[in-house]
């Protein structure tokens, strides 16, 4: 079995201590995270483990012969070849073996009785064989289609594609040199939900280890059977998926905020007791002693991610019912393929839509069209009373004020009752220290996408358009960003890849499909539900197709007769298309209880009202009402579900 073995590995940037006597074994059957706050060390400690970074101490072990894959985040670009024959490269290692055996047999012809060359060249031959060399070409077809690109990608030169798609080209090569740990950091950044979910099959199926780490929780409970934390430079791992550890790991913060805040009380006192007699000789020595205690004191240390900032938007203007209103849209590039074409949908105040659908599909373009950034367009969009949007993309980050100091950015746009807590909430979307006071013009990429993002939440819209939010963060500023999205009181229409973060927001699902080898125009079909009801219709419908082939199939391609009576069959058909109308107007009306009881929940917040006995009481029994109506409302749902 393959290993590599990393003990009491320590590693320092000048005075900062970065990795502090780290160990850890990966072999195969090792599925882990890495996880920890940002800056913590997570990308060097994974460059010392592929040996691309040397620590200043420690051991580190690994099996001869044995491979070990890394993925950067970013940063790599391919030139000079096609799409095909970069991904060919990724079997260097069995174009070395297949001519190390060419040179044996050579050698061989000549002096057959080698005892040794022998052995040597049979141990090649079933290596070379084991590795699937044979299938190399589907292989790579395979890994390259489920990672989003097309047969048409194959033979384009590698330049033409973007910086997503080369580091799609990059990890798509990592995974076809079949090494025997893989080290992935952020392999999920370039992804789209199809491309993960390919991913996660991948690892499931991986007779390797691995250890990523990636800031999508689903995409690591699917994956992981360990986590590995690293805070103040120390490593301590965790069994079970990445839900698990959170639990785990929140029981375990209690005791440590519990110290943490004793301590800090205790340093308070024996600061201000120097403070106030440092200087009076009778009481200096006394003052000398606690300092002594303060100095040899072993701090408590809380991470960086339990410094939660709870995050809320300025409150939505109040707008009419009807948010926007899309009446026979339609979208096209060369005039004969579109996009999608006579599109009807009306988004509601309250409603969280997701677009979904594969690349390709026009979710960034509808989201364009919406927010007013494409007008080539035909087909009506009609906005409602009193809405105002706000929209982010991509491009968001580079209209941005080069020249402007990111604090400065911030507190230009906050509302007055925000400006103080400025710094607080550029730390929540992993802006920390001196990061605020940097000129937006010498930020990366992801962190100019960050303030983008922060800095249209702080205006008071109510109609949020957004178009990948999550890119850039964190878990935890994910989570943030969530529970603030939650509480808002006007429509979101988003796209995102991150499916966790999908199934915890979103209220119903608008599915863009691209045109087809056999459609002039792309399709688009409305669920009214969340995203696990439009995940569990795609899978009954995959079931009823399949169904349906095998029958015909069965019968040798005949025409099948009915398993039940015309008349039978028909009835059927009505009730089913009863119960579909049914089942769409209890979820509009769910959908429309939901959002009432979320505007009483935000007049009860208001001050003047909660701090009125009077009002308060009859808020209370409204939302109350709201409640019971949604619990209501549901339960005929799923008894309609059920039926259906």
């Not at 064989?129 to 390259?144: D, F, I, M, V």
């Not at 590698?158 to 990890?171: D, H, K, Y």
Request: glycine share 8%; charged share 30%; with cysteine.
């Amino acid at each position: 079995m393959a290993f590599a073995r990393f003990s009491q590995v320590s590693l320092a940037f000048g005075e900062r201590k970065i990795l502090s006597g780290v160990s850890i074994n990966l072999s195969a059957g090792t599925k882990a995270a890495l996880t920890g706050a940002n800056g913590s060390g997570k990308t060097t400690l994974i460059k010392v483990l592929a040996g691309l970074l040397e620590s200043d101490s420690g051991e580190r072990a690994v099996q001869k012969g044995a491979r070990i894959g890394y993925l950067p985040q970013s940063g790599i670009v391919h030139s000079g070849c096609t799409l095909r024959e970069e991904a060919d490269r990724a079997f260097a290692f069995g174009y070395d073996m297949e001519r190390e055996i060419a040179e044996i047999a050579g050698i061989l012809s000549a002096n057959p009785g080698n005892a040794g060359l022998l052995e040597r060249y049979q141990t090649l031959t079933d290596k070379l064989e084991e590795s699937g060399w044979a299938r190399r070409n589907a292989k790579a077809e395979q890994a390259l289609l489920g990672l989003g690109f097309s047969a048409l990608d194959f033979d384009r030169p590698v330049e033409e594609f973007s910086g997503g798609w080369q580091m799609r080209i990059a990890l798509a090569k990592v995974l076809l040199e079949a090494p025997d740990i893989l080290l992935l950091d952020e392999p999920t950044n370039y992804l789209d939900i199809e491309a993960r979910a390919w991913l996660e099959r991948f690892l499931l199926d991986f007779p390797g280890g691995f250890l990523l780490v990636s800031h999508d929780r689903y995409f690591l409970d699917v994956t992981i059977h360990e986590v590995c934390e690293l805070f103040n430079g120390c490593l301590r791992r965790y069994k079970g998926n990445y839900t698990h550890y959170e639990r785990v790991r929140a029981v375990e913060m209690e005791s440590l905020i519990a110290r943490y805040n004793v301590q800090q009380e205790e340093i308070r006192k024996l600061e201000d007791f120097i403070r106030r007699f440092g200087a009076k000789a009778t009481k200096a020595a006394q003052a000398q002693e606690r300092q002594k205690m303060l100095d040899k004191m072993e701090r408590v240390e809380i991470p960086e991610t339990l410094k939660r900032i709870h995050f809320s938007f300025p409150p939505a203007p109040h707008s009419g019912r009807l948010v926007c209103t899309l009446e026979g849209l339609s979208k096209t590039y060369d005039n004969e393929t579109w996009i999608f074409r006579d599109l009807h949908l009306v988004i509601e105040r309250g409603e969280r839509l997701v677009v979904a659908g594969r690349n390709g599909a026009g979710k960034s373009t509808l989201l364009r069209i919406l927010a007013g950034a494409d007008a080539a367009f035909s087909g009506g969009v009609t906005y409602g009373t009193g809405v105002s949007l706000g929209y982010f993309s991509q491009d968001s980050a580079e209209l941005l004020d080069n020249n402007a100091v990111l604090l400065d950015l911030i507190e230009r746009d906050a509302p007055t009752a925000l400006v103080p807590r400025a710094r607080d909430m550029l730390g929540a979307f992993l802006f920390q220290g001196d990061d605020v006071f940097k000129q937006a013009g010498v930020l990366s990429g992801g962190e100019k996408s960050r303030a983008a993002l922060l800095k249209l939440l702080l205006r008071p819209v109510n109609l949020l358009i957004l178009d990948e939010p999550t890119n850039h963060l964190d878990l935890y500023s994910k989570d943030m960003l969530l529970d603030a999205l939650r509480a808002f009181a006007g429509a979101i229409v988003f796209v995102s890849h991150d499916r966790g973060f999908i199934e915890d927001l979103a209220t119903r699902v608008l599915e863009l499909r691209p045109p087809g080898p056999d459609a002039a125009a792309g399709s688009a079909r409305l669920f009214p539900g969340d995203y696990r009801y439009y995940l569990e219709r795609l899978e009954a419908e995959t079931q009823e197709e399949a169904g349906a082939v095998a029958a015909v199939q069965a019968k040798g391609g005949g025409q099948q007769k009915s398993a039940v009576p015309a008349a039978g069959e028909k009835q059927r058909k009505i009730e089913r298309r009863r119960l579909e109308r049914e089942e769409v107007r209890l979820l509009n009306e769910i959908t429309e209880a939901e959002a009432q009881k979320r505007a009483r929940e935000a007049e009860l917040a208001k001050p003047e009202n909660y701090s009125d006995r009077t009002k308060s009481k009859e808020l209370h029994r409204r939302v109350t009402e709201a409640e019971a109506r949604v619990a209501a409302l549901t339960v005929q749902w799923e008894r309609v579900s059920g039926a259906l």
